[in-house]
């Protein structure tokens, strides 16, 4: 062996080794502790149930995301995300409630609504939900990710433990494991 080489080795884990650790440990997505205000808005659920905003998000412990069902890019990501975290959290499933609300409601009915939840194998806990397009904007700019078009949609989570709390903001696509995580984090396990 060279000299070289030896030292090509030794350099390599040296510096190699903590640029690996530090990119393992680099979370891929950001985490913010945010205060947001539920607007008096209506939802329609799945069902085509017609309820109030608060009453739908003011609950805990409760995950949120905005997606849209004709979404090629993000939201099978995240919608994804949700399926792995319910089948993570087995029976406990029930302990949390998962809230998907379409930003494309014109597209997004409620029957629309049901193809989806079947599609991503929602269980009983996660919800879907749309409303009228002006509801859903007022939803959005609340929650600070309003996008004028929504192929321009920001990868973002919601999580609350309580209403008693602020809302944990989740920035990036985030893994069933991740979402578990934060789960126990809010609730404190």
């Known amino acids: 062996m060279s000299q070289y080489f030896r ?3 030794v350099t390599l884990l040296l510096v190699g080794l903590p640029l690996m650790l530090l990119r393992a440990e680099t979370p891929r997505y950001s985490r913010s ?3 947001y205000s539920v607007p008096a808005v209506m939802l329609v659920d799945a ?7 608060p009453s739908v998000l003011d609950r805990g412990p409760l995950f949120l995301q905005f997606v849209f069902t004709s979404c090629a890019t993000i939201c099978p990501l995240m919608s994804s995300g949700f399926a792995s975290l319910q089948d ?4 406990n499933a029930g302990h949390v409630r998962m809230v998907s609300i379409s930003i494309d409601p014109e597209h997004d009915t409620p029957a629309r609504l049901r193809e989806y939840a079947a599609h991503v194998k929602a269980g009983p806990q996660w919800q879907f939900f749309t409303g ?3 509801d859903i904007v007022a939803l959005q700019q609340a929650f600070h990710v309003y996008q004028s078009s929504k ?7 919601f999580f609350r433990a309580s209403p008693r709390v602020p809302w944990i903001r989740l920035d990036g696509l985030l893994s069933a494991s991740e979402l578990l995580t934060e789960y126990h984090r809010g609730i404190g396990r």
Do not use: I, M, R
């Not at 192929?151 to 989570?157: A, M, R």
């Open 33 to 35: 502790v945010e205060s």
């Open 88 to 91: 993570k959290l087995g029976s």
């Open 7 to 9: 030292f090509t080795k």
């Open 47 to 53: 069902a085509g149930k017609t309820l109030p905003g």
């Open 151 to 157: 192929t321009q949609h920001l990868p973002v989570t």
């Open 132 to 134: 009228k397009d002006a």
